[in-house]
């Protein structure tokens, strides 16, 4: 019994799944936001799997295209969480459901 | 991969990302949230620990735990009555629906697949590589990434910034 490539892609597989649940059900916007972190963590994680199972040459490449993910990751939880801050200000409340000025 | 305490380590760590993203899930107050994300994102830098990923999962606790984390705990202390609450909208059970089957799918591609694997032995050292590659191959988009670095800073010091006060 080891550990093989099919371990991790599960882990990363069901890790998504519940990152989208928390995108989409989530009332809360930073809840949302969470589930978007989540799902850029579970495709990371399949990254770096398979950058150590599968034929590659040079397969570090996977590493380099995690560091901008997380980046990137990064740059878009500031600007999102300070959205949410702004919104609260002005609306008093970050709901996604109440969130429709612009809903026909 | 064969050792019993990377077998161990694989199972245990799964366990411990997987549970805290239900916990993140189940949980009522949005802080006790944040810290079910903590849990996961230290959970997954363990898992790259065991795919001989250093930088990466260094990486992972600095930028995710230190940083991310901490804006999210930020953000939700800045919005108060708001954000006590982790409800589910009315999308629950057609979101439920989705999730399980986006997981039902991509479980049945990894294990039906036939991958062109290696069986080259752990990297001894990732950091010194991924260095050269960022400098070298990949360094157009690394300079992107600085500049988008600074706009989502400057964009959000200026979002959140209160409205200057006008003095005459």
Same mark, same amino acid.
Not at chain 1, 3 to 14: K, M, P, Q, R, T
Not at chain 1, 72 to 99: F, K
Not at chain 2, 76 to 101: D, G, H, M, Y
Not at chain 2, 109 to 123: E, G, I, K, Q, Y
């Given at each position: 019994m080891s550990i093989h490539l099919e371990h991790y892609l599960i882990v990363g597989a069901i890790l998504f799944s519940i990152g989208l649940y928390l995108a989409l059900a989530k009332r809360n916007f930073i809840g949302v936001l969470m589930g978007i972190e989540m799902m850029f963590n579970a495709v990371n994680l399949t990254f770096i799997? %398979?950058? =150590? %199972?599968?034929?590659?040459?040079?397969?570090?490449?996977?590493?380099?295209f995690v560091v901008f993910v997380i980046t990137v990751a990064a740059a878009e939880a500031?600007?999102?969480?300070?959205?949410?801050?702004?919104?609260? =200000?002005? =609306?008093?409340?970050?709901?996604v459901d109440q969130i429709d000025l612009l809903k026909w | 991969m064969d050792s019993t305490g990377v077998?161990?380590?694989?199972?245990?760590?799964?366990? &411990?990302?997987?549970?805290?993203? +239900?916990?993140?899930?189940?949980?009522?107050? &949005?802080?006790?949230?944040? &810290?079910?994300?903590?849990g996961t994102f230290a959970g997954l830098a363990g898992l790259?620990?065991?795919?001989?990923?250093?930088?990466i999962a260094i990486t992972q606790i600095?930028?995710?735990?230190?940083?991310?984390?901490?804006?999210?705990l930020?953000?939700?202390?800045?919005?108060?009555?708001?954000?006590?609450?982790n409800q589910e909208s009315f999308l629950r059970?057609?979101?439920?629906? #989705?999730?399980?089957?986006?997981?039902?799918?991509?479980?049945?591609?990894a294990l039906d697949n036939t991958w062109n694997l290696s069986h080259a032995p752990d990297f001894p050292e990732t950091a010194s590589t991924i260095g050269e590659l960022l400098l070298k191959t990949?360094?157009?988009?690394?300079?992107?990434?600085?500049?988008?670095? #600074? +706009?989502? +800073?400057?964009?959000?010091? +200026?979002?959140?910034?209160?409205?200057?006060?006008e003095e005459d």
């Amino acid at each position: 019994m080891s550990i093989h490539l099919e371990h991790y892609l599960i882990v990363g597989a069901i890790l998504f799944s519940i990152g989208l649940y928390l995108a989409l059900a989530k009332r809360n916007f930073i809840g949302v936001l969470m589930g978007i972190e989540m799902m850029f963590n579970a495709v990371n994680l399949t990254f770096i799997a %398979f950058s =150590r %199972f599968v034929k590659s040459d040079q397969p570090l490449s996977a590493h380099v295209f995690v560091v901008f993910v997380i980046t990137v990751a990064a740059a878009e939880a500031a600007t999102a969480l300070a959205l949410a801050v702004m919104v609260y =200000r002005t =609306r008093d409340t970050i709901n996604v459901d109440q969130i429709d000025l612009l809903k026909w | 991969m064969d050792s019993t305490g990377v077998i161990i380590a694989f199972y245990v760590l799964a366990a &411990m990302t997987i549970g805290s993203a +239900v916990s993140v899930v189940v949980v009522r107050n &949005m802080i006790h949230a944040v &810290m079910g994300l903590i849990g996961t994102f230290a959970g997954l830098a363990g898992l790259y620990v065991t795919l001989s990923a250093d930088f990466i999962a260094i990486t992972q606790i600095l930028i995710y735990i230190g940083a991310i984390s901490i804006l999210f705990l930020f953000a939700i202390v800045l919005t108060p009555q708001a954000s006590r609450n982790n409800q589910e909208s009315f999308l629950r059970f057609p979101a439920l629906v #989705l999730a399980l089957l986006v997981a039902g799918v991509l479980i049945f591609v990894a294990l039906d697949n036939t991958w062109n694997l290696s069986h080259a032995p752990d990297f001894p050292e990732t950091a010194s590589t991924i260095g050269e590659l960022l400098l070298k191959t990949y360094v157009l988009p690394f300079e992107i990434a600085s500049v988008l670095l #600074l +706009v989502a +800073v400057v964009g959000s010091i +200026v979002l959140v910034r209160p409205e200057p006060v006008e003095e005459d």
